[in-house]
């Protein structure tokens, strides 16, 4: 069973803040979590969390968090409010002083040229966070449902693939849910000039086949218990990932951050970043090189050798 013991839920009191707490309630519930809820008064107020709402003040905030708490129906919670110099750091910060395992938020869920902006809080909290993020989008086009009964977890075949399987799995029993795993394959583009070689699509067509029965053999290993099914798409993997997830009604998706060290440590990966920022359902990024939630597979992960992604 995943290690979940301590879940926080940042909120600034906004919709998008709203529309994910049924997500943390119900992951605790799972897991018999202890669920932190955080408020954060941020310095000379120079950063607030991406809501056009206005702040209440330190003792309504501490009323309003109280009240989230007698919410829970007997969840084991723990409530308060701080300050910090911007609210990214003052979550990351309180995730690791208190040993948190999941971070659940909220981010703005839009149309658009705006619907790529996730809010300044919610990108840094993604880049930066050592342990799995869950991201709620308020978007007024689907209900917000805490009921998890479709997971979909897109494939890569890297050395992170194990871990995407295992936490899907478990989450898949703790919702009774179903499972998707899905590959695409990333066809390249050519200018309208150039004419590919005529074996291109005996190629592509190859690789989906050898991708189809890769992706059956992970789904074979999974315990019987858990209902798997299996798809192979063509395209470009971000854009295909969120329709498909549109297209087939799921209610979350599993995936890793490629996280880095050094500069490049503020890149989430490009397909997991388009996939948070356009996917029609909440997304769990899972962290590689931070907290596994795994209990008994961490270090066997990290003795693996490294491995490119397809």
């Known amino acids: ?11 600034d009191f906004s919709v998008h803040a709203q529309d994910a707490l049924p997500y943390a ?45 007698e919410a829970t129906d007997g969840i084991r919670v723990s409530h308060q409010t701080q300050r910090a110099i911007n609210a990214s750091t003052g979550v990351l910060a309180y995730a690791q002083d208190n040993d948190i395992d999941v971070i659940v938020m909220g981010a703005h869920g839009r149309r658009g040229l705006r619907r790529f902006l996730l809010g300044s809080v919610v990108e840094e909290v993604l880049r930066f966070s050592h342990v799995p993020v869950l991201i709620v989008r308020n978007d007024k086009s ?22 995407s399987l295992d936490v899907s799995a478990d989450l898949a029993r703790a919702y009774r849910a179903e499972l998707c795993l899905l590959h695409v394959v990333a066809v390249p ?13 005996l190629n592509t067509a190859r690789i989906r086949q050898e991708a189809r029965d890769r992706i059956q053999e992970l789904a074979k290993g999974m315990q019987p218990d858990i209902a798997v099914e299996t798809d192979v798409r063509i395209g470009q993997a971000s854009s295909v990932v969120s329709q498909f997830a ?47 939630l795994r209990d008994s597979l961490s270090e066997e992960l990290e003795a693996q050798p490294a491995e490119e992604g397809v």
């Open 25 to 69: 309630i119900e992951l605790a519930k799972r897991y018999d979590s202890e669920l932190h809820f955080l408020h954060l008064q941020v310095l000379h107020g120079a950063q607030r969390m991406d809501s056009p709402d206005v702040f209440p003040g330190e003792e309504e905030a501490r009323k309003q968090l109280a009240g989230h708490a």
């Open 246 to 292: 549109l297209d087939k009604d799921f209610d979350l998706i599993v995936m890793p951050t490629h996280s880095y060290s050094g500069l490049e440590r503020v890149l989430l990966g490009s397909v997991t970043e388009l996939v948070v920022r356009n996917a029609p359902c909440p997304v769990l990024t899972l962290k590689p090189f931070g907290k596994d």
């Open 189 to 201: 583009t050519y200018p309208d000039f150039y004419v590919p070689a005529s074996g291109s699509s």
């Open 1 to 11: 069973m995943l290690n979940i013991s301590k879940i926080l839920f940042p909120t």
């Open 142 to 163: 689907r209900m917000a449902r805490s009921a998890i009964s479709r997971i979909l977890v897109p494939i890569d075949f890297s050395r992170h693939t194990q871990m």
